[in-house]
C-alpha cells in the first residue's frame, strides 16, 4: 500500500507504473492519491511520497527529488490587479492560499534572498488543501500562486499562466519517499523504494 499526492500521482508516478509492474510482476500496488496526512499504522500504509520537511521522527525518509517552485498567475488577475515586481508589491495583492489537511493551518509563501528564507503571509479569497485545486482556481484568476513547476509547466507554456518576480526564486520544495522503521526489511518496500527513487532522478 502506497500513499501519494494527488498531482504527482496523476503526473510522475502513474505514467511510469507499468514499468515497475513489468520488473517486479508478482508485486500488488495499492495506490491511495491524496493530499491528506497519513497514519502509517492505523491506515496500514507501507510507505508514502510527501513533500516538504517530514515532521515524523517514526519514519525513515528518503530524499529523491527537490521540485523547483514558480510565482505565476492568470493574465485575467494580472490585467485586473498589476504585476508585482518586488516582494514589497505583494501587500497590494492577493493570492490562492494552500492549508495542511493535517493542521489546516494556511503555508506561507517564501523566497530565497541572499540565501535566505523570507516568509510572506498572503491575503486570499479562496484557500484550498488540494494540488489540482490550487492550479485550477489559479487558472480562474483568484490569485497569485506559489507551485510547483512541473505542475504548472504546461500552463507556462501556452500562457494561461504567467510567471512573477522571476528574479525571486522560492525554497524548492524536498520530496522524500517513506517508511515504518520496521519495514525497511521488506523485499517489495524496498524494490518500490528503489524504482520511485531512480523515477525521480530521472
Known amino acids: 500500500r502506497i500513499d501519494v499526492p494527488s498531482t504527482i500521482g496523476r503526473q510522475i508516478l502513474i505514467p511510469k507504473l507499468y514499468d515497475f509492474h513489468e520488473r517486479y510482476p508478482e508485486v500488488e500496488l495499492a495506490i491511495g492519491m491524496s493530499d491528506r496526512h497519513v497514519d502509517l499504522v492505523r491506515e496500514a ?4 511520497i510527501r513533500g516538504g520537511v517530514l515532521a515524523d521522527s517514526t519514519l525513515v525518509a528518503k530524499r529523491i527529488a527537490s521540485f523547483k517552485v514558480v510565482t505565476c498567475a492568470s493574465p485575467k488577475y494580472l490585467e ?3 504585476v508585482p515586481t518586488c516582494v514589497e508589491d505583494l501587500s497590494d495583492h492577493v493570492a490562492v492560499n494552500y492549508f495542511s489537511s ?4 494556511i503555508i506561507d509563501w517564501d523566497f530565497l534572498v541572499d540565501g535566505q528564507s523570507i516568509p510572506v503571509k498572503m491575503k486570499s479569497e479562496v484557500s484550498v488543501n488540494d494540488g489540482e485545486a490550487y492550479v485550477e482556481c489559479a ?3 483568484f490569485g497569485l500562486t506559489q507551485v510547483a513547476r512541473f505542475m504548472a509547466h504546461k500552463y507556462l507554456e501556452s500562457g494561461q499562466l504567467i510567471e512573477v518576480l522571476p528574479q ?3 525554497s524548492p520544495i524536498p520530496i522524500s519517499v517513506a517508511y ?6 521488506s523485499p517489495k518496500v524496498r524494490a518500490f523504494v528503489d524504482w520511485v527513487s531512480e523515477l525521480f532522478s530521472s
Open 139 to 141: 487558472l480562474q484568476g
Open 45 to 48: 500504509v507501507d510507505c508514502v
Open 180 to 185: 515504518l522503521q520496521n519495514r525497511h526489511l
Open 102 to 105: 493535517r493542521t489546516g493551518r
Open 80 to 82: 485586473r490587479h498589476g
Open 168 to 170: 525571486l526564486s522560492p
